[in-house]
């Protein structure tokens, strides 16, 4: 059978063999089934489009399209694409040092958000860190495609969680490997929400009691720290504040959960005080801190 054509495509120097077998056995992907099923045809084509746009910029962005789109993550998209979940790939909505976020369209025109986690950047110790820590997890392995398999089943379950509780998050959609699929965050044109360091609130005094009050709910709802809360991670979407990246989020008897409340508070307080919002850290931390 001819090789696959965004396969090709891909650098295999950014590819770790040994790595991806265990991948390659839990997922069912046979090239057969890529050939039969028109959305998974639709999907390869428009990832190959996006390598083949990569490709006319400079070498940096050539090696992110090889370190995104690895033959272990391809195959994850496939069977994805091939369990309804998303159709196409149709442009970035945010790049980071460890996940880029893509739009993903279903066939039903509908628009999801897929979060790919990438092998060659993550930083696999502070990954290591926070699940180790974090009792609902019992992972002892160092294969770095397995920890990054956990780091998304634990983003996949605070997002959940988070909903549950009542904060405004993404929905979690699905998860396998290192792609997660959550509710896209946007117009109906498919314009994504910015964040609030990109797009201030017209009303910083309305959005930060907003923000409080879904605060509130993270921490004493849903028992968890967000651990990375600052204007990077809130999205303002139609003056109405959601948080994302919820990846390292801990529970509130994680060992460091006190160290990251504390960082949260400072971090929230010190932005919206500089937008002109009367208030402190000690103000918000009695706020939030009920025990």
Do not use: C
């Amino acid at each position: 059978m001819e090789e696959n054509p965004i396969m090709a495509n891909v650098d295999e120097e950014l590819v770790d063999e040994e790595l991806m077998e265990d991948d390659l056995m839990e997922v069912e992907s046979d090239e057969e089934v890529m050939d039969e099923n028109p959305r998974v045809a639709k999907a390869d084509a428009q990832v190959q489009k996006l390598i083949s746009q990569k490709r006319i910029k400079d070498s940096d962005d050539r090696k992110v399209s090889s370190e995104i789109f690895d033959k272990a993550t391809l195959q994850v998209l496939y069977k994805l694409a091939n369990q309804g979940y998303l159709d196409v790939l149709n442009g970035a909505i945010s790049t980071g040092k460890e996940a880029n976020v893509l739009k993903g369209i279903k066939d039903d025109g509908s628009i999801v958000a897929v979060k790919i986690y990438r092998i060659a950047t993550s930083d696999f110790k502070k990954m290591q860190y926070y699940i180790a820590g974090d009792p609902r997890f019992n992972v002892r392995s160092s294969n770095k495609r397995q920890l990054i398999n956990n780091w998304v089943n634990k983003e996949y379950r605070n997002l959940t969680r988070l909903k549950d509780a009542g904060v405004y998050v993404p929905e979690a959609i699905t998860s396998l490997n290192n792609v997660l699929i959550i509710e896209f965050i946007g117009d109906e044109d498919g314009n994504p929400a910015p964040t609030v360091k990109n797009l201030p609130p017209e009303d910083p005094n309305d959005f930060y009691e907003k923000l409080v009050d879904q605060m509130d709910k993270f921490i004493n709802k849903a028992n968890l720290i967000h651990g990375d809360l600052s204007s990077y991670n809130i999205l303002n979407f139609d003056e109405e504040p959601v948080i994302i990246d919820v990846s390292q989020s801990v529970v509130k008897d994680h060992i460091i959960a006190g160290e990251l409340l504390e960082r949260d508070i400072k971090n929230i307080s010190f932005e919206f005080k500089k937008m002109g919002v009367d208030t402190s850290i000690e103000d918000l931390t009695n706020r939030l801190i009920k025990d």
